[in-house]
């Protein structure tokens, strides 16, 4: 079965860029999502097609997913953009999703 | 408003079955596909099980296959998840999520990203 893998965890400093990142074998030809999901609540997409922003998402939030590596980007992190974040995809070979194993991100 | 409500979650002895349901509302349901995932209190998200809009298609995680089916009554604006043969590692919060597919370049409808989640509703097995 296709695994994808994240970092456990990303710290980065308020006004910083964070990214996360999301590994697979040839990710990049598949299209990636990423998920917020903050202690109690349900998981909510942040940016789906690679690059795409659901309305309401600040464009501080951005993508990139190329060979083996999809990438979040978080630009001028803020205290509320903590939260654990999960990358996924839809493997066609074996009619699965998947996803990630989630990054926690840290504000410090 | 798009609201999805699970329903059906409680403690079961392993072994035993529990049908837990999502109902939409706020959308055209029968337009969407649904998916159920579930998340161990402080693990990560695990997916479990899609139906496509019409019900033409059904994928369960091999790591329920056999024991999970998933079901919807596009009449009643509601899927479902069967559990059978359940087991402790089957505690977790179910979550229900719709995706309205992705045309492919080959023509097919295929699962894309999870664009509104329910609430959860907590299933825990004992031993």
């Known amino acids: 079965s296709y695994v994808v893998t994240q970092p456990p965890s990303v710290s980065v400093a308020p006004g910083q860029t964070a990214k996360i990142t999301c590994g697979g074998d040839y990710i990049g030809s598949k299209f990636v999502h990423w998920y917020q999901q903050k202690p109690g609540r349900a998981p909510a997409v942040v940016l789906y097609g690679d690059t795409d922003r659901p309305s309401g998402i600040p464009e501080r939030f951005s993508g990139s997913n190329s060979a083996d590596t999809a990438t979040l980007i978080i630009r001028r992190v803020e205290a509320g953009d903590e939260a654990d974040y999960y990358c996924q995809v839809w493997d066609v070979t074996g009619n699965q999703l998947v996803f990630g194993t989630g990054t926690k991100l840290t504000v410090l | 408003q798009v609201k999805l409500e699970e329903s059906g979650g409680g403690v079961v002895q392993s072994g035993k079955a529990l049908r837990v349901s999502c109902k939409g509302s706020?959308?055209?349901?029968?337009?969407?596909?649904t998916h159920w995932v579930r998340q161990t209190p402080g693990k990560g998200l695990e997916w479990v099980a899609v139906i496509w809009y019409d019900g033409s298609n059904k994928y369960v995680a091999d790591s329920v296959k056999g024991r999970f089916t998933i079901s919807r009554d596009n009449s009643k604006n509601t899927v479902f998840l069967l559990m059978t043969n359940l087991r402790v590692e089957d505690t977790a919060v179910y979550y229900c999520a719709t995706d309205r597919f992705k045309l492919t370049s080959g023509g097919q409808f295929l699962p894309n990203y999870l664009e509104n989640w329910g609430q959860g509703t907590l299933v825990t097995v004992t031993s």
């Open positions: 706020g959308f055209p349901f029968h337009t969407h596909g």
